[in-house]
C-alpha cells in the first residue's frame, strides 16, 4: 500500500483527472468535500472546483468500501453525474430517484452522510440502498432494478396542482432491460409527465449488457434515440458522463423543458480506479480490505453448483443453463465459456427466465434456471402459471437462500414460505458439499419442477451419506426427549446443540414432501420436536411440519426456530443470524425456555 502516495501526485487540476491504482487504508484528505453537508454547498462552488470535488469524492469513495465491503464499481461510474444532478436540481424539492441504489454511495455522502458511511450495512449505519427511512434525499427505497419510473411517475402525478418541483429519475441501461421499466415508458408517454429519465449507459448491469436494447444502446452514438421519439419521449444525447460542464450545461437546458424527457448519458463503470477500469464485473461490489485474502478459503454453495452444472452438461446435450443477469455470481461463468449455445444470460428479466425455462422443457430440453432468492420473488406468478401447474421438468437452483450483508432487499428468508405453497414443487436444502451434489442430481433427474436451495458462503465438507430418496430425511444422531429437524445450514448448529444436550438430530433434506414417516416416529418417542431453517417462521419448514401434526392428530410439543416476522437489518450475516435468534445459542435457549414452560 505504499504506492498509494504516489498515485495522487497528479493535482485534480489537470486535464486527465487522476486513475487511482489501489485502495487507500486511511482516510484521504478531501478539504473541499469536507465542506459539503447538504447538496445546496455545492451550488455554493465556483465551476472549476467541481473537478477537485469529483475527485475527492471519488478518492474517499474508494477508502470508505475498502473499510465496509460493498457496492462501488456503478459509484465510481456515477460521481460527475452525482455532483451534477445535485448542482442543477434543488434536491430535496427536486426529487431524485435512483434506480437499484448499487450506484448511490456518492450520493449518500453528498446528502449529509459522509460521517457515516464507516457504518455501511452495520446496524444504525447508512442502508446500502437508498432508504426513505433514513434520509429525504432517498425519496424512494430501492433494491431490486427497473422499479423507478414506475415510482417517479406515481410520486409526480401526486403532486399538488401548481407544484412546480422536478421529478429526475437515474436508470442505468441494464436495467432498462427489464420489462418493468418499458412497462413504465408506456405510462409515461400515455400521461404526458412531466419527467426527466437520466439514462446511464455504461453498458453494464453486474455483468456485461445482453441482447438486442444493449446493442441498441451501443449503437447510439450514431443513431438518434427513434426508440424512446416514437414513445412520445423527447430523447437529448449521448453525453459525456464524466465531463461535468457538458452535464452541467445539458441538465439545465433540460430543467427549463416539460414532459417526458430522456437523457442519454454515457459513463464507465469503475471509473478512475484502475482495476474496477480493467474489469468492472469482478469490481462491482467490493469485500472488506481484511477480508480480501481467500487463497484458502473453503469452496462455496455456488462455487459447487457451478461445478456441478458443468459437470452434467458434459454427459447430457439437453441441459440448458438460465441466468438473469447473475452469471459470476450464480458460478455459471466456466459453463458460458464451455457451453455458450446452451447458457442464456437473459438480463435482468427474471419473468422471462422462468417462462422460457417452461419452454425449453416444453421442448424437451433440460433447463436449469440458477436465479437469487430475492429474484425468484420477481417471477412468482411463472413460477405457478408456466412452470407449475403444466408440471414441466425445470430445476431451479436458488442461491442467495440466507441472510445477506444488504439487508432485507437482498435476503432470501421467503422462499421456502412461498415456493411450498405451489402444488407439483419438490423443495431440497442442502447441508453439506456431498448433499449439494446429489440433490442437484436427483432434482435434475426428477421428472417435473424442483428446486434446491441454499446460502451464500463457504459450504462445509461431508461425508457420503444414505442416497437422496424422495421426500426422505436421514436420522444423523439418536438422543433424548427432543429431536432437532434442521433444513439446510442449520444442520451445523442443530448438531453441536444435539451433541452438547444428548437430542435426537435429523437433517430433513427435503422441505416438500416432508418425511411424514419419520415425523410420526419422531413424535411417538420424543416430548418436543424443534425446526430450524434459515427461513421465515412464517410459512416456512416448521410451519409445514405443523400443518402435517394437525392435520394427522399428532398432539406432541413443537419449537420453530427462524426468522422472525420483521425484516432483518443489513449487518454481517452471523451477527444477523443472531439478531433473528438462529445462533447455536439462541437453538440452544429456545430448547432450554420450550422444555421448562412445558
Same mark, same amino acid.
Given at each position: 500500500?505504499?504506492?498509494?502516495?504516489?498515485?495522487?501526485?497528479?493535482?485534480?487540476?489537470?486535464?486527465?483527472?487522476?486513475?487511482?491504482?489501489?485502495?487507500?487504508?486511511?482516510?484521504?484528505?478531501?478539504?473541499?468535500?469536507?465542506?459539503?453537508?447538504?447538496?445546496?454547498?455545492?451550488?455554493?462552488?465556483?465551476?472549476?472546483?467541481?473537478?477537485?470535488?469529483?475527485?475527492?469524492?471519488?478518492?474517499?469513495?474508494?477508502?470508505?468500501?475498502?473499510?465496509?465491503?460493498?457496492?462501488?464499481?456503478?459509484?465510481?461510474?456515477?460521481?460527475?453525474?452525482?455532483?451534477?444532478?445535485?448542482?442543477?436540481?434543488?434536491?430535496?424539492?427536486?426529487?431524485?430517484?435512483?434506480?437499484?441504489?448499487?450506484?448511490?454511495?456518492?450520493?449518500?455522502?453528498?446528502?449529509?452522510?459522509?460521517?457515516?458511511?464507516?457504518?455501511?450495512?452495520?446496524?444504525?449505519?447508512?442502508?446500502?440502498?437508498?432508504?426513505?427511512?433514513?434520509?429525504?434525499?432517498?425519496?424512494?427505497?430501492?433494491?431490486?432494478?427497473?422499479?423507478?419510473?414506475?415510482?417517479?411517475?406515481?410520486?409526480?402525478?401526486?403532486?399538488?396542482?401548481?407544484?412546480?418541483?422536478?421529478?429526475?429519475?437515474?436508470?442505468?441501461?441494464?436495467?432498462?432491460?427489464?420489462?418493468?421499466?418499458?412497462?413504465?415508458?408506456?405510462?409515461?408517454?400515455?400521461?404526458?409527465?412531466?419527467?426527466?429519465?437520466?439514462?446511464?449507459?455504461?453498458?453494464?448491469?453486474?455483468?456485461?449488457?445482453?441482447? %438486442? #436494447? !444493449?446493442?441498441?444502446? +451501443?449503437?447510439? /452514438?450514431?443513431?438518434?434515440? $427513434?426508440? &424512446?421519439?416514437?414513445?412520445?419521449?423527447?430523447?437529448?444525447?449521448?453525453?459525456?458522463?464524466?465531463?461535468?460542464?457538458?452535464?452541467?450545461?445539458?441538465?439545465?437546458?433540460?430543467?427549463?423543458?416539460?414532459?417526458?424527457?430522456?437523457?442519454?448519458?454515457?459513463?464507465?463503470?469503475?471509473?478512475?480506479?484502475?482495476?474496477?477500469?480493467?474489469?468492472?464485473?469482478?469490481?462491482?461490489?467490493?469485500?472488506?480490505?481484511?477480508?480480501?485474502?481467500?487463497?484458502?478459503?473453503?469452496?462455496?454453495?455456488?462455487?459447487?453448483?457451478?461445478?456441478?452444472?458443468?459437470?452434467?452438461?458434459?454427459?447430457?446435450?439437453?441441459?440448458?443453463?438460465?441466468?438473469?443477469?447473475?452469471?459470476?455470481?450464480?458460478?455459471?461463468?466456466?459453463?458460458?465459456?464451455?457451453?455458450?449455445?446452451?447458457?442464456?444470460?437473459?438480463?435482468?428479466?427474471?419473468?422471462?427466465?422462468?417462462?422460457?425455462?417452461? %419452454? #425449453? !422443457?416444453?421442448?424437451? +430440453?433440460?433447463? /436449469?434456471?440458477?436465479?437469487? $432468492?430475492? &429474484?425468484?420473488?420477481?417471477?412468482?406468478?411463472?413460477?405457478?402459471?408456466?412452470?407449475?401447474?403444466?408440471?414441466?421438468?425445470?430445476?431451479?437452483?436458488?442461491?442467495?437462500?440466507?441472510?445477506?450483508?444488504?439487508?432485507?432487499?437482498?435476503?432470501?428468508?421467503?422462499?421456502?414460505?412461498?415456493?411450498?405453497?405451489?402444488?407439483?414443487?419438490?423443495?431440497?436444502?442442502?447441508?453439506?458439499?456431498?448433499?449439494?451434489?446429489?440433490?442437484?442430481?436427483?432434482?435434475?433427474?426428477?421428472?417435473?419442477?424442483?428446486?434446491?436451495?441454499?446460502?451464500?458462503?463457504?459450504?462445509?465438507?461431508?461425508?457420503?451419506?444414505?442416497?437422496?430418496?424422495?421426500?426422505?430425511?436421514?436420522?444423523?444422531?439418536?438422543?433424548?426427549?427432543?429431536?432437532?429437524?434442521?433444513?439446510?445450514?442449520?444442520?451445523?448448529?442443530?448438531?453441536?446443540?444435539?451433541?452438547?444436550?444428548?437430542?435426537?438430530?435429523?437433517?430433513?433434506?427435503?422441505?416438500?414432501?416432508?418425511?411424514?414417516?419419520?415425523?410420526?416416529?419422531?413424535?411417538?418417542?420424543?416430548?418436543?420436536?424443534?425446526?430450524?431453517?434459515?427461513?421465515?417462521?412464517?410459512?416456512?419448514?416448521?410451519?409445514?411440519?405443523?400443518?402435517?401434526?394437525?392435520?394427522?392428530?399428532?398432539?406432541?410439543?413443537?419449537?420453530?426456530?427462524?426468522?422472525?416476522?420483521?425484516?432483518?437489518?443489513?449487518?454481517?450475516?452471523?451477527?444477523?443470524?443472531?439478531?433473528?435468534?438462529?445462533?447455536?445459542?439462541?437453538?440452544?435457549?429456545?430448547?432450554?425456555?420450550?422444555?421448562?414452560?412445558?
Amino acid at each position: 500500500m505504499g504506492s498509494w502516495q504516489k498515485s495522487i501526485s497528479t493535482t485534480w487540476m489537470s486535464k486527465e483527472p487522476t486513475v487511482f491504482e489501489v485502495i487507500p487504508t486511511s482516510r484521504p484528505n478531501t478539504p473541499l468535500l469536507d465542506q459539503i453537508e447538504h447538496p445546496a454547498d455545492i451550488r455554493t462552488l465556483v465551476p472549476d472546483q467541481l473537478s477537485q470535488l469529483a475527485h475527492e469524492l471519488r478518492h474517499f469513495l474508494l477508502y470508505t468500501v475498502g473499510q465496509t465491503g460493498g457496492h462501488f464499481g456503478a459509484g465510481l461510474g456515477v460521481v460527475e453525474l452525482t455532483i451534477a444532478l445535485h448542482r442543477v436540481f434543488d434536491t430535496p424539492e427536486d426529487q431524485l430517484i435512483w434506480d437499484v441504489g448499487h450506484q448511490t454511495y456518492p450520493h449518500k455522502i453528498l446528502t449529509g452522510r459522509r460521517e457515516h458511511m464507516a457504518k455501511l450495512r452495520r446496524p444504525h449505519g447508512p442502508a446500502p440502498f437508498p432508504s426513505r427511512d433514513e434520509s429525504e434525499f432517498d425519496v424512494f427505497g430501492t433494491g431490486h432494478s427497473s422499479t423507478s419510473i414506475s415510482a417517479a411517475l406515481g410520486i409526480q402525478l401526486a403532486k399538488a396542482e401548481g407544484d412546480k418541483s422536478q421529478t429526475v429519475v437515474v436508470i442505468g441501461d441494464g436495467a432498462m432491460t427489464a420489462g418493468m421499466a418499458f412497462e413504465a415508458l408506456n405510462h409515461v408517454s400515455a400521461c404526458g409527465a412531466n419527467l426527466l429519465i437520466v439514462l446511464n449507459d455504461n453498458a453494464m448491469s453486474i455483468s456485461e449488457n445482453v441482447g %438486442g #436494447l !444493449a446493442d441498441y444502446f +451501443a449503437r447510439e /452514438v450514431s443513431v438518434p434515440g $427513434s426508440i &424512446f421519439e416514437d414513445l412520445g419521449i423527447r430523447y437529448s444525447g449521448p453525453v459525456d458522463g464524466h465531463n461535468i460542464d457538458e452535464l452541467l450545461e445539458t441538465l439545465a437546458t433540460l430543467k427549463t423543458q416539460s414532459g417526458p424527457r430522456l437523457l442519454h448519458v454515457q459513463t464507465r463503470k469503475g471509473k478512475g480506479y484502475r482495476p474496477a477500469e480493467a474489469s468492472p464485473i469482478d469490481s462491482h461490489s467490493l469485500t472488506k480490505l481484511e477480508k480480501q485474502n481467500s487463497r484458502n478459503a473453503p469452496p462455496t454453495y455456488s462455487a459447487i453448483f457451478g461445478n456441478w452444472i458443468t459437470t452434467r452438461a458434459q454427459s447430457d446435450t439437453r441441459l440448458f443453463a438460465i441466468t438473469p443477469a447473475m452469471r459470476e455470481g450464480s458460478g455459471l461463468a466456466s459453463f458460458a465459456e464451455q457451453f455458450p449455445h446452451r447458457f442464456h444470460d437473459v438480463a435482468i428479466a427474471e419473468q422471462h427466465a422462468v417462462t422460457f425455462a417452461a %419452454g #425449453l !422443457a416444453a421442448g424437451g +430440453a433440460k433447463p /436449469v434456471v440458477a436465479i437469487y $432468492s430475492t &429474484f425468484l420473488q420477481r417471477a412468482y406468478d411463472q413460477l405457478i402459471h408456466d412452470v407449475a401447474i403444466q408440471h414441466l421438468d425445470v430445476l431451479f437452483a436458488v442461491d442467495r437462500a440466507s441472510l445477506l450483508e444488504d439487508g432485507p432487499t437482498h435476503s432470501g428468508v421467503f422462499d421456502l414460505s412461498f415456493v411450498r405453497a405451489i402444488p407439483n414443487m419438490v423443495i431440497m436444502a442442502p447441508a453439506t458439499d456431498w448433499s449439494m451434489t446429489a440433490m442437484l442430481n436427483f432434482g435434475y433427474e426428477h421428472e417435473g419442477p424442483a428446486m434446491v436451495r441454499y446460502p451464500r458462503g463457504s459450504i462445509p465438507a461431508g461425508d457420503e451419506e444414505a442416497p437422496i430418496e424422495f421426500g426422505k430425511g436421514v436420522l444423523l444422531r439418536h438422543g433424548q426427549r427432543v429431536a432437532v429437524l434442521s433444513f439446510g445450514a442449520t444442520r451445523a448448529i442443530a448438531s453441536q446443540v444435539a451433541a452438547d444436550n444428548d437430542y435426537t438430530q435429523v437433517d430433513m433434506r427435503f422441505v416438500k414432501p416432508l418425511d411424514e414417516d419419520l415425523i410420526r416416529q419422531l413424535a411417538d418417542t420424543h416430548e418436543l420436536l424443534v425446526t430450524v431453517e434459515e427461513n421465515s417462521i412464517a410459512g416456512g419448514a416448521g410451519s409445514a411440519i405443523n400443518e402435517f401434526l394437525s392435520l394427522s392428530g399428532i398432539n406432541i410439543a413443537t419449537q420453530i426456530v427462524g426468522v422472525p416476522d420483521r425484516f432483518i437489518e443489513p449487518d454481517e450475516p452471523s451477527k444477523m443470524r443472531s439478531d433473528a435468534g438462529l445462533a447455536q445459542q439462541d437453538l440452544d435457549d429456545a430448547i432450554r425456555r420450550r422444555l421448562k414452560n412445558g
